[in-house]
């Protein structure tokens, strides 16, 4: 079955750049219909949803954090990354990384997962 394995540096400095990669085991990034999701929870809150990227490479963001994110992926690797530019400590949260679906219909987008990464703890801090 397919597995997720999130990984990235534990600390990361106010300002800078934080960056995830996400390697997957027992399936392939790049097979049809399959979508490749970055989800995060901070301390005492639900579940944020940050982006995807699709079968096709195609990229969808959170409105909210679009302006700060980038999904990549690298198809040799069977990984994609996610990046998240000028973070601040309320970007410390647990970062996931998932598969699964993304639709949308003339009333808007929507997704589901069926597998997840085990998360990894990610903190901003000076």
């Known amino acids: 079955q397919v597995q997720l394995h999130e990984q990235g540096p534990g600390l990361v400095t106010p300002s800078q750049t934080l960056s995830l990669t996400c390697t997957v085991s027992?399936?392939?990034?790049?097979?049809?219909?399959?979508?490749w999701h970055w989800i995060r929870q901070p301390p005492g809150k639900g579940l944020e949803w940050m982006g995807v990227?699709?079968?096709?490479?195609?990229?969808y963001y959170s409105p909210s954090l679009k302006s700060r994110t980038s999904i990549a992926r690298d198809t040799s690797k069977n990984q994609f990354t996610l990046q998240l530019m000028s973070v601040t400590p309320e970007d410390t949260a647990v970062y996931y990384c998932?598969?699964?679906?993304?639709?949308?219909?003339?009333?808007?987008?929507?997704?589901?997962?069926?597998?997840w990464g085990q998360g990894t703890q990610v903190t901003v801090s000076s």
């Open positions: 990227i699709a079968f096709s490479g195609t990229t």
């Open positions: 998932a598969k699964g679906y993304y639709y949308c219909s003339s009333t808007g987008c929507s997704n589901s997962f069926d597998t």
């Open positions: 027992g399936g392939i990034i790049t097979s049809d219909y399959y979508y």
